[in-house]
């Protein structure tokens, strides 16, 4: 099993739409929880970390889960600039800097 | 707003070549990381460091190694670069409490 799992996608979405992405990580000792985006041959970069109470960014709501061990990333009103990877990472709280990274979950907005 | 900068956007080597990706970050972060990234299997980490001289390998460090005589440097070197390691390479910098990481607009290598 991965440590951390992220729905397969791809998702196809219509403008305008509220999108939901979900992720699982197995490791108790997960500690700190970040959404990146990835555009197409770019460098992630980091969209919000997620805290315990849940938070939100304009369009953009994480919510966090440490009993069920499960993270969500929720995008209202999508734009067709929000198609991109989406990954969800978790880090380790285990002394040394172990970050790992989901598989990514491809977003594709349209007109 | 944090910056981290790659030497190469694309770089096209030979085999056996030696090859230095160099990635310098302005922010004063401590730990500083290489990954790959191939279709189909993600980011995967090569090597990090947490202090200038420090390095740790990662999950795939066969064939690479690194150097980190700043703090603000951190240089990954091919020794003989093989085609396997055909790749997006990126480097990411990571700041305390909670060590998001940042990163650089990778490096595409092409190893003919």
């Known amino acids: 099993r991965k440590e951390v799992e992220q729905d397969p996608g791809p998702f196809n979405v219509p403008e305008g739409a509220t999108v939901a992405f979900n992720c699982t990580y197995s490791?108790?000792?997960?500690?700190?929880f970040f959404w990146y985006r990835q555009d197409c041959r770019k460098e992630p970069k980091l969209l919000m970390s997620?805290?315990?109470s849940g938070n939100e960014d304009g369009r953009f709501t994480a919510q966090l889960n440490r009993a069920s061990q499960y993270i969500s990333l929720l995008i209202r009103d999508s734009k067709l600039s929000d198609s991109a990877t989406y990954l969800c990472?978790?880090?380790?709280?285990?002394?040394?800097?172990?970050?790992?990274f989901g598989a990514g979950t491809r977003l594709f907005v349209k007109a | 707003d944090v910056k981290v900068t790659q030497s190469s956007r694309y770089l096209v080597k030979r085999t056996g070549e030696k090859v230095f990706l160099e990635c310098v970050q302005d922010?004063?972060?401590?730990?500083m990381f290489w990954y790959r990234q191939d279709p189909g299997l993600g980011l995967r980490l090569i090597y990090f460091?947490?202090?200038?001289?420090?390095?740790e390998k990662g999950d795939i460090p066969e064939g690479y190694s690194v150097s980190r005589e700043k703090k603000e440097r951190f240089s990954l070197i091919l020794e003989s670069a093989s085609t396997n390691q055909t790749s997006m390479y990126l480097c990411?910098?990571?700041?305390?409490?909670?060590?998001?990481?940042?990163f650089g607009p990778g490096t595409r290598l092409t190893v003919t």
């Open positions: 490791n108790s000792a997960s500690q700190s």
């Open positions: 990411a910098s990571s700041p305390p409490p909670h060590y998001e990481q940042y």
């Open positions: 990472v978790v880090r380790l709280n285990t002394g040394g800097f172990k970050t790992i």
């Open positions: 460091s947490y202090d200038v001289k420090m390095k």
């Open positions: 922010m004063d972060h401590e730990n």
């Open positions: 997620v805290y315990s």
